[in-house]
């Protein structure tokens, strides 16, 4: 899990959290330090404050989801911010979930177990159309082959036919 917040507290509060739930847990303490810490070792889900200094969490997450690699990671949103429209602005910026501060624990791990669930499954998924996709392909390729032998059979046997008939 990375966690990306500006304020110490926050940050020492749900590593804490999460490592004595069994997470291993990254930080950083703005967007550009998440972005590098990510594109090094892609994590699986982000925890994201919203008013940080230079790129807000919003500008950060639609980062992520521009970067091939990093764009299926799940992002929350954990911010102090409670109106709608932020809310809406998180879910826009391409956020999966938004849990308001201060946060309670059941509910943070409760919310990050299901997102990190979801997102090996989603992987998995994946893994599995992929492998189907290239056995498919593989069988197509066989099939073209025994209908290219089939066809070319069939036209020696026409034309062996068209000669015995000349031949008569």
Known sequence: ILVVDDTLTNLVLANT?????????VSAKNGKKALAIAKKEPPDLVLMD??????????????FKKEANLATIPILFLSALNK??????????GGI?????????????ARVF??????????????????????????TTQLEKKV?????????AKEMAEAANLAK
């Open 148 to 156: 290219e032998a089939r066809t070319t059979e069939l036209n020696q």
């Open 84 to 93: 709608p429209e932020d809310k809406v602005r998180a879910f826009a910026a």
């Open 50 to 63: 919203v008013e940080m200094p230079g790129w807000d969490g919003y500008e950060t997450c639609q980062r």
């Open 17 to 25: 959290v999460l490592q004595q739930n069994g997470y291993q847990v």
């Open 114 to 139: 299901t997102h990190v669930e979801l997102y090996h499954l989603r992987e998995k998924l994946e893994q599995k159309i992929a492998e189907q996709h290239k056995e498919i392909l593989a069988y």
């Open 97 to 109: 979930d938004y849990i308001h501060k201060p946060f309670q624990e059941e509910e943070l791990l």
